[in-house]
């Protein structure tokens, strides 16, 4: 846990950077290949609702609204990202913010797909692994490549973060 504590900021750079990666990479993704970016209003109702004790929904889309559900998302959507860079300095150490590697990076960003498929995925209706989606393999597919780009995501943050200051404790 002391090993965290120095990389803190690091720490949520690296997650807000890499979670921009994702969102440029859904933003070509919807135009290169029409696939349709997630909604994260539809995050934010499943998080209201988690507060009222709802965890699981069949579909999200036919739960109702909540108030600031989009806002909700967003912001549930990049807490993720960052709770996700912390993994780095905790299994890996804060040195890995001097010295970015790849392989920690990917480590991370593909171990995170877990994620949707046993938590979120269900959750929203999806069933585990979205086994309850007209295209299963294909959801798989596309959550694991944005999982990947996630890693990349952190690995390119990394490597602008330890030019920075902030990377000032190595």
Not at 4 to 30: C, F, H, Q
Not at 50 to 59: A, N, T, V
Not at 132 to 148: F, G, I, Q
Request: with cysteine; glycine share 10%; hydrophobic share 55%.
């Amino acid at each position: 846990m002391t090993d965290i504590l120095p990389a803190l900021w690091p720490t949520v750079l690296t997650g807000i950077g890499a979670t921009v990666v994702v969102d440029l990479w859904s933003i070509l993704r919807e135009r290169w290949l029409g696939v349709p970016a997630l909604d994260f209003a539809m995050v934010g109702r499943w998080v209201g609702h988690l507060f009222r004790g709802r965890f699981f929904h069949r579909p999200i889309a036919a739960t109702p609204p909540v108030a600031g559900e989009r806002t909700l998302g967003w912001m549930t959507h990049y807490l993720i990202g960052i709770t996700f860079a912390a993994l780095l300095p905790a299994m890996f150490g804060s040195h890995w913010f001097c010295e970015p590697t790849i392989g920690p990076a990917e480590l991370v960003g593909i171990g995170s797909v877990v994620a949707p498929f046993f938590i979120m995925q269900p959750a929203l209706g999806a069933g585990i692994a979205a086994s309850r989606t007209p295209r299963p393999a294909m959801v798989r597919m596309h959550s694991l490549v944005t999982h990947a780009i996630f890693g990349l995501g952190l690995y390119a943050t990394g490597n602008v973060l330890r030019m920075l200051p902030v990377a000032s404790f190595c």
